[in-house]
């Protein structure tokens, strides 16, 4: 059961690397270069700045930024009970 667990987290920790990208883009295009390095280097960033130029951008009818925020809490869950029935 727990390599279920692991495969699930797993394509949400791919989910989440690209939704990162994609904010990365958007933060690139709009923000200009130093922005998106700062972004590039420190991932909390671009998450902060995603949610904080949401109404901004022309990603309002993508929900990009809530499907990286349940991404990050799914993988979060997903490990946890991975490593939950790991112990059996």
Same mark, same amino acid.
């Given at each position: 059961?727990?390599?279920?667990?692991?495969?699930?987290?797993?394509?949400? $920790? +791919?989910?989440?690397?690209? !939704?990162?990208? %994609?904010? @990365?883009?958007?933060?690139?295009?709009? =923000?200009?270069? &130093?922005?998106?390095?700062?972004?590039?280097?420190?991932?909390?960033?671009?998450?902060?700045?995603?949610?904080? $130029? +949401?109404?901004?951008?022309? !990603?309002?009818? %993508?929900? @990009?930024?809530?499907?990286?925020?349940? =991404?990050?809490? &799914?993988?979060?869950?997903?490990?946890?009970?991975?490593?939950?029935?790991?112990?059996?």
């Amino acid at each position: 059961m727990s390599t279920v667990f692991s495969i699930l987290a797993l394509l949400c $920790n +791919l989910a989440t690397l690209v !939704f990162f990208i %994609l904010v @990365l883009i958007k933060m690139f295009q709009k =923000a200009g270069a &130093l922005q998106g390095i700062l972004g590039l280097i420190c991932g909390l960033w671009a998450f902060i700045w995603g949610w904080m $130029n +949401l109404k901004d951008e022309k !990603f309002q009818n %993508l929900p @990009l930024m809530w499907s990286w925020t349940c =991404a990050i809490v &799914l993988s979060l869950v997903f490990q946890f009970l991975g490593g939950m029935f790991a112990g059996n």
